[in-house]
Nanobody, 124 residues
Framework: LVQLRESGGGSVQPGGSLKLSCVAS??????????MAWFRQGPGQEREGVAV???????AYSGSVQGRFTISRDGAKSTLSLQMNDLKPENTATYLC????????????????WGQGTNVTVTS
């Protein structure tokens, strides 16, 4: 079982930036081969995919964040990051970290290990 803990959320003005982090602990021996991903759930909205990075470090993004967000993982592959630039009010959501052997950004309700989430608010 893998435990995931997110951090880095907060309140920012439109056009601003935030960097989210997710630290994995527990059974992380095979984590370097797993996909890790960020999902989000806005107020009154369904969960949606944001970005995923596979065990080879290949990223994939949802169309709405392409070019503004960057997902990365560290050399030991137990920490996941999401650099978010040019934030917009519609990016306001709880951002959740997830891991599994295989994740598709289009499938937000898969059988993944989940963190508790970190809140991001974009408002002027």
């Amino acid at each position: 079982l893998v435990q995931l803990r997110e951090s880095g959320g907060g309140s920012v003005q439109p056009g601003g930036s935030l960097k989210l982090s997710c630290v994995a602990s527990g059974c992380v021996i095979s984590l370097e081969f797993y996909s890790m991903a960020w999902f989000r759930q806005g107020p009154g909205q369904e969960r949606e995919g944001v970005a995923v990075i596979d065990g080879d470090g290949v990223p994939a993004y949802s169309g709405s964040v392409q070019g503004r967000f960057t997902i990365s993982r560290d050399g030991a592959k137990s920490t996941l990051s999401l650099q978010m630039n040019d934030l917009k009010p519609e990016n306001t959501a709880t951002y959740l970290c997830a891991t599994a052997p295989f994740i598709r950004v289009e499938y937000p309700n898969g059988k993944y290990d989940w963190g508790q989430g970190t809140n991001v608010t974009v408002t002027s």
